[in-house]
């Protein structure tokens, strides 16, 4: 497939267009790019219009000095969209990908069809390690020397190497090698050391959806995660059933961080489904407002906005 640029704001954004139908926004996780979605693209493209871009300060798109939160990150989704002529999307996240993910939602409900979340951030604070070590002192000088030509072959290798034993916690080595391999240009370790710092501290995740999850009871939502998840734990799937009831969970066996490139005919499934079986949310601005305003409360909607649901069509 051909990767596509267009500038917006003066910065330049790589993205993959393909299929036709209904929208589908694949978003990537930290480090790296549109190419994570390579195992079940082509699988998806028969159904869907799918729309895969690299996040700024990822892939090919531009890494300058700029907003790399998740809500900046949002707001690039939308004037994306805007430009390709579309106005609604089902959007699916990847871990960094799905805090996005949710923030577009949150942002803009109105272009939100559907939400699917694969291993997201924003459930718990806990974290791999290695994402805390990047907002080390250090960090950027560090991984420069390891990121060297003779000494990258070295630490690449060996990751790899140890992905393929038969362990659960060594499955995920392999992506992180190649999340490893981008940090050998300095502008992408500089945007990854500015994306972290805005999600992560040296205790975990700071980032949640917890406080706005009840805003998710009109929006059809799926969470897919990895039973073997050794970079945001599994468990966190539990907290969102709880702040989520209306969510459909599917927790994948024998799969780690990235269940879409473990099992992607599985994970195409599970999409595809998830999509046929639920309609798309269609925005009412008043049942929006009430919502806001009682926090998820039922009993503190009024009589008549109870009487205007955020419908499905």
């Known amino acids: 497939m051909q990767v596509e640029h267009v500038t917006i704001h003066g910065h330049r954004r790589a993205y993959v267009r393909t299929g036709s139908g209904p929208a589908?926004?694949?978003?990537?996780?930290?480090?790296?790019?549109?190419?994570t979605w390579d195992p079940v693209i082509e699988s998806l493209a028969r159904r869907y219009t799918v729309i895969a871009p690299d996040l700024l300060g990822h892939g090919e798109s531009d890494k300058p000095r700029a907003d790399y939160s998740v809500g900046g990150y949002a707001n690039g989704m939308r004037d994306?969209?805007?430009?390709?002529?579309?106005?609604?999307?089902?959007?699916?996240?990847h871990s960094l990908g799905g805090g996005v993910a949710m923030?577009?939602?949150?942002?803009?409900?109105?272009?939100?069809?559907?939400?699917?979340?694969?291993?997201?951030?924003?459930?718990?604070?806990e974290v791999t390690p290695l994402i805390r070590a990047v907002t080390s002192p250090g960090f950027h000088q560090v991984v420069g020397l390891l990121t060297m030509r003779g000494v990258k072959r070295l630490s690449t290798g060996g990751l790899r190497m140890l992905?393929?034993?038969?362990?659960t916690q060594v499955r995920d080595l392999g992506e992180v090698a190649d999340v490893f391999d981008t940090f050998a240009d300095s502008r992408s370790r500089a945007a990854i050391r500015h994306v972290v710092r805005a999600v992560v501290d040296w205790k975990g995740q700071v980032i949640?959806?917890?406080?706005?999850?009840y805003l998710t009871e009109h929006m059809p939502i799926c969470i897919i995660w990895g039973a073997d998840d050794m970079v945001i734990p599994v468990r966190h799937a539990e907290t969102a059933r709880e702040v989520a009831p209306g969510a459909r969970i599917e927790v994948v066996p024998n799969a780690g961080h990235f269940p879409h490139k473990d099992h992607p005919q599985r994970f195409v499934k599970l999409l595809n489904d998830f999509v046929r079986s639920t309609?798309?949310?269609?925005?009412?601005?008043?049942?929006?407002?009430?919502t806001l305003?009682?926090?998820?409360?039922?009993?503190?909607?009024?009589?008549e906005a109870g009487e205007r649901p955020i419908r499905a069509v």
Do not use: N
Not at 80 to 93: A, C, F, P, Y
Not at 103 to 123: H, K, N
């Open 80 to 93: 994306l969209l805007s430009v390709l002529g579309i106005d609604r999307v089902t959007v699916v996240g």
């Open 293 to 303: 305003r009682s926090g998820g409360d039922p009993s503190l909607k009024s009589a």
């Open 103 to 125: 923030q577009f939602a949150y942002q803009f409900p109105e272009r939100t069809e559907r939400l699917v979340l694969v291993a997201p951030g924003g459930f718990g604070p």
């Open 279 to 290: 309609a798309p949310s269609a925005y009412d601005v008043e049942a929006w407002r009430e």
């Open 163 to 167: 992905s393929r034993l038969p362990v």
């Open 208 to 213: 949640t959806m917890t406080d706005r999850a």
């Open 24 to 35: 589908l926004l694949l978003l990537h996780g930290l480090g790296c790019d549109h190419t």
